[in-house]
Structure formats: C-alpha cells, structure tokens
C-alpha cells in the first residue's frame, strides 16, 4: 500500500465520529415513550377532575418531584456513561428530588388537615401506584439501556440503577396524572417504592447490558 491509500485510508476511517450520548439517550427514550403512553391509556387514563385537581398545590408538586427525579437521574446517567466517571461527583443531583419531597411533607404537616395522617399516607391507589410505574417503566428502561450502551460505564450495575431512576421518574410523571392520592406522605411512600423497584431491576439489566 502506498503513502497516498494509506492516508485516504486513515482518513476514512476518522470519519466516522460516534453519535453522542445525549443524543442517543433521547432518541432511545422517544423511541419507547410511546410504548409506555399506550400501557397508560389502555389500563388508566387521565384523572377525570385533573382541571380542578390542577388548583391543589399538591398535586402539582408530585410533578415537581417525579420531573426533578428524572431531570437529575439524566444528568448523572450521561455523567456514568463516560469510562472514567464516578458517582461520588454527581451522587448529590439525586437529592435534589428528596428536597422536594421533604419540602413539600413539612408544607403538609403545617397546614391543618381533615384525613388522618396514615389514610393520607396509605390513600386509595397503593396497589395501582406499585404496578403502573414499573410496568410504564419498562419500556423506557430497555431504551435508556440501549442508549447507554453507546457510552462506556465503569460501573454498569450503578448505571442501570440510576437508568431505572430516569425511567421510573418519566414513567411516575404520566402515572402521576391518573393518581388521586396528592398527599406528599403517599408520594414519598408508595412512589419511592415503586421506583426503588425499578431501580433495582435497572441495576440487574445494566450489569449485564452495559458491561463492556
């Protein structure tokens, strides 16, 4: 091979540029949201008071805390997929959901109430909170995985986990506007175990999936 193919060989061969994570993430999530929404409209739906449910600060914040939740379980999955990266660096953009959420339990217990605490904590949609957001998830945990694998974690275990962080915060923000349970109590009880399910299914598949 002379001097000349070897360059323009070299040169095919730099052209290729790998698409980035970022971008991969979202086409992987858009790609399986659909897949989600479908689950949701088949077996739930949308509350039938949502408009006037809309005026009840509590409400509004379970979206504040499931967006938080997803919004920062994004930013420190993008972090994990590079090979170098550790937890301990970004680990704090996880409590920025939990501030909320014990933010929003002090309002809660400073207003009076009519419901006792556990009937507040308890609510009416236990069995639906646990079932839907891991089944919502699912599909947007395979994308997230699938859009990772296009990085290179040192810690595939703990890059699922917080995939399945990501998941069940987008999967708990639609779930969130069929739950009539508004009570911070409920959120910080059932949606925490419902996404600490989901986590931990993440962390099995991401030790596998994103292994490289």
Not at 4 to 9: A, E, G, H, P, S
Not at 156 to 161: S, V, W
Request: hydrophobic share 55%.
């Amino acid at each position: 091979m002379d001097t000349d193919q070897l360059i323009r060989t070299l040169t095919a061969d730099n052209a290729y540029r790998p698409r980035p994570i970022g971008l991969a993430l979202m086409m992987a999530l858009l790609a399986a949201a659909p897949v989600s929404l479908l689950i949701f409209f088949a077996e739930l739906g949308v509350r039938p008071d949502v408009m006037t449910a809309m005026h009840n600060p509590f409400f509004d914040l379970k979206f504040a805390v499931t967006l938080a939740l997803a919004a920062s379980a994004i930013a420190v999955s993008l972090h994990l997929s590079r090979p170098e990266a550790s937890l301990r660096s970004f680990g704090w953009w996880l409590l920025i959901p939990a501030g909320i959420l014990v933010a929003a339990i002090s309002g809660e217990m400073m207003m009076p109430q009519r419901t006792p605490m556990m009937t507040r904590l308890i609510g009416k949609n236990s069995v639906a909170c646990m079932t839907a957001i891991p089944a919502m998830s699912l599909p947007l945990l395979v994308g997230a995985l699938y859009g990772l694998r296009q990085g290179a974690p040192a810690r595939p275990a703990i890059a699922g986990a917080v995939a399945g962080l990501l998941s069940a915060g987008l999967a708990a923000t639609v779930y969130a506007s069929h739950c009539t349970d508004d009570s911070p109590l409920f959120v910080a009880t059932w949606y925490t175990l419902a996404t600490a399910i989901v986590a931990s299914v993440g962390a099995l598949m991401g030790a596998r999936a994103l292994r490289y």
